[in-house]
C-alpha cells in the first residue's frame, strides 16, 4: 500500500486506512474493531462485530470490512459483511490438507448513495464445513463520507 493515499489527520480516517476512492480523502463517519479471537464449530451465523451510522440519502458512503478466519486441516471457514441484513461481501475459506491455518479477508469495500437512516453494518463468521474450530479475529469496519 502506498502512503500518498492514506489520511492520518485528526478526526478523519484511522492510520493504515485509505481514503475515498480515486486517491481522494474520505470524511471519517464510524469505526470498530474486534481483535481478540473468537471460535466456534456452529454451522449458524455469529456476529464478530457491528458499527451502526445514521445515513442521509444522496450522500456517498464507503464501507470498509478486514478480518482474518481460520479453519483446522480439511475444513472450511466463511466470512461475510452485512449492511442491514443484506450480504454486501462474502468469503469462503477452503482449507487444504494437513495443518490448521489462518488467513486474510482484506479489503473488501462497498460504496452507495442510497442508503438512509439507520444502518447496522456486522461481519459475520461460521463453519462452512468440518465439526473443528472455526475462528475469527482483528475484524475491523471504516465508515467514511466520499462526498
Known amino acids: ?12 480516517c484511522k492510520k493504515g486506512w485509505t481514503g475515498g476512492g480515486g486517491g481522494g480523502v474520505g470524511q471519517y463517519i464510524n469505526y470498530g474493531s474486534s481483535e481478540g479471537v473468537s471460535t466456534t464449530t456452529n454451522a449458524a451465523w455469529q456476529n464478530k462485530l457491528l458499527v451502526s451510522f445514521t445515513a442521509v440519502l444522496g450522500v456517498r458512503y464507503k464501507i470498509e470490512g ?9 475444513e472450511d471457514v466463511e466470512a461475510e459483511l452485512t449492511i442491514n441484513t443484506v450480504r454486501y461481501a462474502f468469503s469462503h ?7 490448521d491455518r489462518w488467513t486474510q479477508w482484506n479489503g473488501c469495500f ?3 448513495n442510497t442508503l438512509t437512516g439507520n444502518q447496522d453494518v456486522r461481519i459475520n463468521w461460521r463453519s462452512g464445513f468440518g465439526g473443528g474450530n472455526k475462528s475469527i479475529q482483528r475484524a ?7 462526498d
Not at 475459506?93 to 495443518?99: E, G, Q, S, T
Not at 475491523?140 to 466520499?146: A, C, E, G, Q
Open 140 to 146: 475491523r469496519i471504516l465508515i467514511t463520507r466520499l
Open 93 to 99: 475459506f477452503k482449507n487444504p490438507l494437513y495443518a
Open 1 to 12: 500500500m502506498t502512503t500518498s493515499n492514506i489520511y492520518h489527520g485528526g478526526s478523519s
Open 66 to 74: 478486514y478480518c482474518e478466519i481460520f479453519a483446522v486441516a480439511d
Open 110 to 112: 462497498y460504496v452507495d
